[in-house]
Nanobody
Framework: QVQLVESGGGSVQAGGHLRLSCVVSPNILWGCMGWFRQAPGKQREGVIALRNDGSVSYADSAKDRFTVARDSAKNTLYLDMYRLQPEDTAMYYC???????????????????WGRGTQVSVSS
Protein backbone atom coordinates (compact mmCIF):
# COMPACT_ATOMS: atom_id res chain seq x y z
CA GLN A 1 0.00 0.00 0.00
CA VAL A 2 1.40 3.37 -0.99
CA GLN A 3 1.46 6.06 1.67
CA LEU A 4 2.67 9.64 1.64
CA VAL A 5 2.71 11.54 4.92
CA GLU A 6 3.61 15.23 5.06
CA SER A 7 4.87 17.13 8.08
CA GLY A 8 6.74 20.29 8.95
CA GLY A 9 4.04 22.85 8.34
CA GLY A 10 3.38 25.64 10.79
CA SER A 11 3.16 29.37 11.28
CA VAL A 12 6.02 31.66 10.35
CA GLN A 13 6.55 35.36 9.79
CA ALA A 14 7.22 36.77 6.36
CA GLY A 15 10.82 36.28 5.35
CA GLY A 16 11.12 33.08 7.34
CA HIS A 17 11.95 29.52 6.38
CA LEU A 18 10.17 26.20 6.67
CA ARG A 19 11.16 22.68 5.71
CA LEU A 20 8.39 20.32 4.77
CA SER A 21 8.91 16.57 4.77
CA CYS A 22 7.04 13.82 3.01
CA VAL A 23 7.71 10.25 4.07
CA VAL A 24 6.90 7.93 1.19
CA SER A 25 6.34 4.22 1.33
CA PRO A 26 7.22 1.90 -0.19
CA ASN A 27 10.77 3.08 -0.62
CA ILE A 28 11.19 2.71 -4.36
CA LEU A 29 12.58 4.93 -7.07
CA TRP A 30 9.56 6.97 -8.07
CA GLY A 31 9.53 8.40 -11.58
CA CYS A 32 8.29 11.76 -10.44
CA MET A 33 7.61 13.40 -7.09
CA GLY A 34 6.03 16.77 -6.58
CA TRP A 35 4.79 19.38 -4.17
CA PHE A 36 1.49 21.19 -4.59
CA ARG A 37 -0.42 23.72 -2.56
CA GLN A 38 -3.96 24.94 -2.18
CA ALA A 39 -4.88 28.23 -0.59
CA PRO A 40 -8.38 28.84 0.80
CA GLY A 41 -10.82 29.54 -2.01
CA LYS A 42 -8.27 28.75 -4.71
CA GLN A 43 -7.48 25.81 -6.91
CA ARG A 44 -4.62 23.49 -6.12
CA GLU A 45 -1.46 24.54 -7.91
CA GLY A 46 1.83 22.88 -8.60
CA VAL A 47 4.95 24.20 -6.92
CA ILE A 48 7.86 21.96 -7.85
CA ALA A 49 8.56 18.53 -9.33
CA LEU A 50 11.57 16.25 -8.88
CA ARG A 51 12.35 13.76 -11.62
CA ASN A 52 14.11 10.47 -10.91
CA ASP A 53 17.13 11.68 -12.87
CA GLY A 54 17.55 14.44 -10.28
CA SER A 55 16.35 17.31 -12.44
CA VAL A 56 13.76 19.73 -11.12
CA SER A 57 10.85 21.63 -12.61
CA TYR A 58 9.91 24.86 -10.81
CA ALA A 59 6.81 27.00 -10.86
CA ASP A 60 7.60 30.72 -11.10
CA SER A 61 6.43 31.11 -7.51
CA ALA A 62 9.12 28.65 -6.38
CA LYS A 63 12.09 29.80 -8.40
CA ASP A 64 14.93 31.24 -6.30
CA ARG A 65 13.02 30.57 -3.06
CA PHE A 66 12.13 26.87 -2.87
CA THR A 67 14.30 23.80 -3.20
CA VAL A 68 13.41 20.11 -3.35
CA ALA A 69 15.47 17.10 -2.39
CA ARG A 70 15.03 13.42 -1.71
CA ASP A 71 16.76 11.33 0.93
CA SER A 72 16.46 7.76 -0.30
CA ALA A 73 17.75 6.28 2.94
CA LYS A 74 14.95 7.98 4.88
CA ASN A 75 12.26 7.49 2.22
CA THR A 76 11.69 11.23 2.49
CA LEU A 77 11.04 14.07 0.07
CA TYR A 78 11.82 17.57 1.34
CA LEU A 79 10.67 21.03 0.37
CA ASP A 80 12.74 23.90 1.74
CA MET A 81 10.94 27.21 1.50
CA TYR A 82 12.89 30.44 2.02
CA ARG A 83 11.80 34.10 2.17
CA LEU A 84 8.23 33.02 2.75
CA GLN A 85 5.48 35.50 2.00
CA PRO A 86 1.84 35.69 3.09
CA GLU A 87 0.79 34.54 -0.37
CA ASP A 88 2.57 31.25 0.32
CA THR A 89 -0.06 30.45 2.93
CA ALA A 90 -1.73 27.19 1.88
CA MET A 91 -2.12 23.50 2.53
CA TYR A 92 0.88 21.77 1.00
CA TYR A 93 0.67 18.30 -0.48
CA CYS A 94 3.24 15.88 -1.82
CA UNK A 95 2.54 13.47 -4.64
CA UNK A 96 4.31 10.68 -6.47
CA UNK A 97 3.97 8.18 -9.27
CA UNK A 98 5.95 6.35 -11.93
CA UNK A 99 5.51 8.69 -14.86
CA UNK A 100 8.43 9.13 -17.20
CA UNK A 101 10.68 12.13 -16.70
CA UNK A 102 9.38 13.62 -19.91
CA UNK A 103 5.98 14.01 -18.25
CA UNK A 104 7.22 15.30 -14.91
CA UNK A 105 6.63 19.03 -14.71
CA UNK A 106 5.44 21.29 -11.89
CA UNK A 107 2.10 22.01 -13.58
CA UNK A 108 1.01 18.39 -14.02
CA UNK A 109 -1.34 17.50 -11.19
CA UNK A 110 -2.66 14.10 -12.27
CA UNK A 111 -0.45 12.18 -9.87
CA UNK A 112 -1.57 8.74 -8.76
CA UNK A 113 -0.60 8.99 -5.11
CA TRP A 114 -1.13 11.90 -2.72
CA GLY A 115 -0.55 12.77 0.90
CA ARG A 116 -3.11 14.50 3.11
CA GLY A 117 -1.24 17.75 3.41
CA THR A 118 0.41 19.98 5.95
CA GLN A 119 -0.67 23.57 6.64
CA VAL A 120 1.67 26.51 6.14
CA SER A 121 0.66 29.94 7.40
CA VAL A 122 2.78 33.03 6.78
CA SER A 123 2.00 36.27 8.58
CA SER A 124 3.10 39.72 7.52
Amino acid sequence: QVQLVESGGGSVQAGGHLRLSCVVSPNILWGCMGWFRQAPGKQREGVIALRNDGSVSYADSAKDRFTVARDSAKNTLYLDMYRLQPEDTAMYYCAADQRAVGYCYWWQSDFTYWGRGTQVSVSS
